[in-house]
């Protein structure tokens, strides 16, 4: 049976069904992806979306090849997304520990633009990475976060300060800190502060276009960090 040519684990037949001719959210991807096309439309017509929605826990209970294709699958939804910053917002949505593991991902990449000898990026990235792996725990993403973020407000403008705040903010989304969809907004500003690293100065037409093709490009990093997401059933 035929596969998607970009989304190469989900039958087209299932793409057809449950995402159409716009373009896929992450979740009707995932959800294509877990229905055998073969009772695709019954499933349709027979059940809300939300009710065959599986979280990446369900793919690894029925294999890890399962749970290897939904990650390949995100990873490839991510490639082809045209801002970091909206797809981290997808991806924290359906799994916490995924999406901050990309954030982090993408705070390390900010670090290449950074000089001085500045170890509160990397502090906090580490922090939440740890939690992701579940060898730390949200005080310690708080104290790295609250700690980069001091250390972001007490310098002025350059590629440091944004990549602090790049880094606080990943270790914020994993933290739980604030409400209910903190992790969103906390890997949104993760996003949007690694993108603005790269460059300071005048906020200008040009800056915006150098800023929102860096937003583009830090979608390959996202989707990069898919496969070296340390849950590994």
Same mark, same amino acid.
């Given at each position: 049976m035929r596969m998607h040519p970009t989304f190469t684990r989900v039958h087209q037949r299932s793409y057809d069904v449950f995402v159409g001719e716009g373009e896929a959210s992450l979740e009707d991807l995932l959800t294509a992806f877990s229905v055998d096309p073969m009772e695709a439309e019954d499933a349709f017509e027979q059940f809300?979306?939300?009710?065959?929605? +599986?979280?990446?826990?369900?793919? =690894?209970?029925?294999? +890890?090849?399962?749970?290897a294709w939904a990650i390949e699958t995100v990873s490839q939804w991510a490639s082809v997304q045209k801002s970091a910053d909206d797809a981290l917002q997808s991806i924290v949505s359906y799994s916490k520990e995924l999406g901050v593991w990309c954030a982090c991902q993408v705070a390390r990449d900010s670090l290449r633009n950074a000089r001085? +000898?500045?170890?509160?990026?990397?502090? =906090? *990235?580490?922090? #939440?990475? +740890?939690?992701? #792996?579940?060898?730390?725990?949200?005080?310690?993403?708080?104290? =790295?976060?609250a700690e980069a973020e001091w250390r972001a407000n007490s310098i002025g403008v350059s590629q440091m300060r944004d990549c602090l705040l790049s880094a606080s903010s990943a270790a914020y989304a994993a933290s739980g800190r604030f409400a209910k969809d903190s992790a969103k907004e906390s890997v949104r500003l993760c996003a949007r502060r690694a993108a603005g690293s790269f460059f300071t100065g005048v906020q200008s037409s040009e800056w915006l276009g150098y800023f929102n093709g860096e937003l583009r490009r830090l979608c390959s990093v996202v989707a990069d960090a898919c496969f070296s997401f340390?849950? *590994?059933?």
């Open positions: 809300h979306p939300r009710e065959l929605r +599986r979280d990446l826990q369900q793919f =690894a209970s029925v294999s +890890r090849v399962s749970f001085g +000898r500045e170890s509160g990026p990397l502090l =906090a *990235i580490v922090a #939440a990475e +740890r939690w992701v #792996a579940g060898q730390g725990s949200e005080k310690n993403c708080v104290d =790295a976060a340390p849950v *590994i059933p």
